[in-house]
């Protein structure tokens, strides 16, 4: 077994860029996962693991290698694992996984899907929420339409809570993300201001894909013309937004009310 002890390390450095740059992300189609709980969700959820990090004085050898019995495992000193880890709390434990394929033909869906779409969403902390909303409901997938962040930005990893390893996920552009759902009859209902019916008021116990925007500027115009429907949700305060993910979860759990929980 390895034992690595300076930061210094090329190995080690690889993988600080992993944990600072989307590019060096997409060059080797890994990046990194914090804490036991959520590397056993992502092995649930099928992704491969490379290699396994361990720290001692927290996480015994037998506890690493137990995780994933097929990876490499290193043993890291204090110095290294905080070089690495974004949080304190993750069991002195850290893995390098593939990233798995985000295309729209990859998506196994049901006979009657629920779908959700956010277009654009810029806040790791917001797509980590749509994430967990979405693992919380059960829904078929969760599609970013022109994405802004790099799905395994370390943010969205932590924020998620594991549920970016629990859900099925997809990006496109909103067209290739329109087209594909018209393919696939699946109705899709935008959440605007414009032209819109109360979201209460429409039936989501067909094949149904829920839309959302950014809070700064909602959902673009080519969204609105095309959906089905353009659904609100009533606002009886001052302002005339909430935060997406709350917005997105009102919104599914409407539709989970619907199709009987």
Known sequence: ??????????????????????KARKQTG??????????SIAIKGG?????????????TEKE???????????EINKEVF???????????ILAVAKTKSTLLSDLQLSENPLIL???APEKPGNIGA???????????????????????????VRSSVGCLFTNQIATGSTAEIIAFLTEKNIHFYCATLQNSNGYHLENYTTPTALVVGTEATGLTQEWRDAATQNIIIPMQGEIDSMNVSVAAAILIFEAKRQRGF
């Open 1 to 22: 077994m390895k034992q690595i002890s300076s930061v210094q390390n090329p190995f080690i450095k690889s993988l600080v860029l992993l944990q600072e740059k989307a």
């Open 30 to 39: 890994t990046f990194l996962i914090e804490g036991q709980r959520e590397i």
């Open 47 to 59: 992704y491969q693991i490379e290699t396994v990090l361990f720290l001692p004085e927290i996480c």
């Open 64 to 74: 690493a290698h137990q995780l994933d019995p097929n990876a490499e495992l290193i």
């Open 82 to 92: 905080q070089k690495l880890a974004y949080r304190d709390t993750t069991e002195g």
């Open 117 to 119: 779409v956010a277009e």
């Open 130 to 156: 749509l994430l967990r909303t979405a693992d919380a409901a059960n829904l078929d997938a969760v599609i970013i339409a022109n994405p802004k962040s790099d799905l395994y930005n370390p943010n969205i």
